[in-house]
């Protein structure tokens, strides 16, 4: 029997409301040359797209971040042209640039660090707050480096978490002990003056037994999330957590049909694997809303900090919350994993390897967190666009990415499938372009038509 589900109706967001980050676009934008012959050059809103947003994504931001539905709205559009204005201004201060965030309800003040007092004046320019501080993003990453070696050398639970603080402009040490946190910041090595030790009671761990999306059952025993649905070649799978399963665990789908086996998984260090299905399963390219409804997924760009983000659980349905820091590092009794996100959106066990998306942009497969959703909780999830690009696969999305390696039009290397880090440069069309906010290219982000993904040298 094939699966599937039914394509659900595109619901316009209110784009055309008052923004207060309406320069942000043409900050984005100016620095563009001409789309190619046809096409128009389109907002960051537009590139995202946010009037994919679907009503049930926005009741439950509206809910959970206590929000109007105008200010969801809002909010969705504001994050979109942040995160295109502080790529366009972090290759502008280089070096010295030390991180951004959004803040407010609607996601309307975007405040871009630097380390240099000069540069002040071209982040007010385009669009965004400045702030000065001592120590650049780079440094951050350096240290927060660091203490993952040191902790992969002799990891410890009474040091759970620990990662980059944009906004705090350190890297932050959460510990249940404080003997533990400076035994890990001696043996990295790291300078001490980029790091702040926190005290914290929580205990993280990985969130089993779980559905997300939709369930899957291990053949071994356990149930655990779809992800995202995901191909490889002519074969359909599913992107999920590592620690649901080794390669070669046989799957059963969420009616206890036969679906598929795991073919790669990472845990610890990572939290990333992929499942290949049979042929009577076809990948969707939609997420399981509050009441089974389906939510789009058109993208895979990363949103910044403090943007909003939802989670699609088994166990606790749909909720939001906001984006805390990237770049985090989690110990699990299992051993410690690297280079996930923290957010405030709340989890349960049962919740393990389902789907974290901003608006319609897919950010990562939930691997675990403390707390509960009577409470409040803090969780973690595995960015998405590391997990595709690492097993070499490409995310089932409403506008159809492409596979890996299909070359662009009208030549050069840009090629829809690829997953593009920031800084990453392609040629098309006989221009050169950098990556601004890391993505998996797909047929109608050609870099000429999308300048919240890519900027013309």
Same mark, same amino acid.
């Given at each position: ?23 942000? #676009? ?21 590139t995202l797209a946010v009037s994919a947003a679907q009503p049930e994504l926005l009741r439950a931001m509206q809910r959970d971040l206590g929000l109007t539905r105008a200010q969801a709205e809002r909010r969705l559009v504001n994050e979109a042209e942040a995160g295109a204005t502080a790529a366009v201004l972090r290759q502008r201060l280089g070096a010295a640039f030390a991180g951004a965030w959004v803040e407010g309800a609607d996601s ?5 660090? $630097? ?26 990453? %350096?240290?927060?480096?660091? &203490? ?15 990662? !980059?603080?944009? @906004?705090?402009?350190?890297?932050v040490v959460r510990a249940v002990e404080k003997s533990a946190a400076q035994t890990l910041i001696a043996a990295s090595g790291a300078e001490r003056d980029r790091i702040r030790v926190v005290p914290t009671d929580e205990r993280p761990r990985p969130l089993y037994d779980i559905r997300g999306g939709d369930a899957y059952y291990m053949g071994g025993g356990g149930r655990c999330s779809v992800g995202f649905a995901v191909t490889r ?10 620690? +649901?399963? %080794?390669?070669?665990? $046989? ?14 998984? $990472?845990?610890? *260090? @990572? ?31 990363? #949103? ?6 939802? %989670?699609?659980?088994?166990?606790? *349905?749909?909720? +939001? ?20 996100? @923290? ?17 319609? #942009?897919?950010?990562?497969? $939930? ?14 999830? #595995?960015?998405?666009?590391?997990? &595709? ?12 990415? *492409? ?32 990556? &601004? ?12 038509? !999308?300048?919240? &993904?890519?900027?013309?040298?």
């Amino acid at each position: 029997m094939l699966h599937r589900h039914a394509k659900a109706a595109c619901v316009g967001a209110a784009a055309a409301a008052a923004l207060v980050l309406t320069s942000l #676009q043409g900050a984005a934008s100016a620095q563009q040359a001409d789309p190619a012959p046809g096409a128009a050059a389109r907002t960051a809103a537009d590139t995202l797209a946010v009037s994919a947003a679907q009503p049930e994504l926005l009741r439950a931001m509206q809910r959970d971040l206590g929000l109007t539905r105008a200010q969801a709205e809002r909010r969705l559009v504001n994050e979109a042209e942040a995160g295109a204005t502080a790529a366009v201004l972090r290759q502008r201060l280089g070096a010295a640039f030390a991180g951004a965030w959004v803040e407010g309800a609607d996601s309307g003040t975007l405040t871009v660090a $630097t380390t240099r007092a000069a540069d002040a004046a071209a982040i007010r320019a385009g669009g965004a707050e400045a702030r000065l501080v001592p120590h650049t993003l780079a440094e951050l990453d %350096r240290a927060k480096a660091a &203490l993952d070696r040191a902790a992969a050398r002799d990891s410890s639970t009474d040091v759970p978490v620990w990662y !980059v603080d944009v @906004r705090a402009n350190a890297v932050v040490v959460r510990a249940v002990e404080k003997s533990a946190a400076q035994t890990l910041i001696a043996a990295s090595g790291a300078e001490r003056d980029r790091i702040r030790v926190v005290p914290t009671d929580e205990r993280p761990r990985p969130l089993y037994d779980i559905r997300g999306g939709d369930a899957y059952y291990m053949g071994g025993g356990g149930r655990c999330s779809v992800g995202f649905a995901v191909t490889r070649g002519t074969t359909q799978g599913f992107a999920t957590a590592g620690h +649901c399963g %080794r390669a070669g665990t $046989t799957t059963s789908g969420y009616n206890q049909v036969v679906q598929g086996t795991f073919q790669a998984s $990472t845990f610890p *260090g @990572r939290d990333t694997a992929w499942v290949a299905a049979n042929s009577n399963w076809t990948s969707t390219p939609y997420v399981k809303g509050q009441s089974g409804q389906n939510i789009q997924v058109t993208g895979s760009v990363q #949103q910044p900090v403090g943007a909003s983000i939802c %989670r699609s659980g088994s166990t606790t *349905g749909w909720h +939001c919350g906001t984006i805390s820091q990237h770049n985090t590092s989690v110990t699990y009794p299992e051993g410690t994993i690297t280079g996930v996100t @923290r957010t405030t959106v709340c989890a349960e066990p049962g919740d393990s390897g389902g789907s974290y998306i901003s608006g319609s #942009q897919a950010q990562g497969v $939930t691997s675990g967190g403390s707390g509960d959703c009577r409470s409040g909780g803090t969780t973690f999830h #595995q960015p998405i666009n590391p997990l &595709l690009q690492g097993y070499g696969l490409t995310l089932k999305t409403t506008t159809g990415p *492409g596979e890996p390696g299909e070359p662009g039009e009208p030549g050069g290397t840009w090629a829809a499938g690829t997953v593009y880090q920031a800084g990453a440069q392609v040629t098309y069309g006989g221009a050169t372009y950098r990556c &601004l906010q890391g993505h998996q290219a797909q047929a109608g982000w050609e870099p000429p038509n !999308v300048p919240a &993904l890519w900027q013309r040298l």
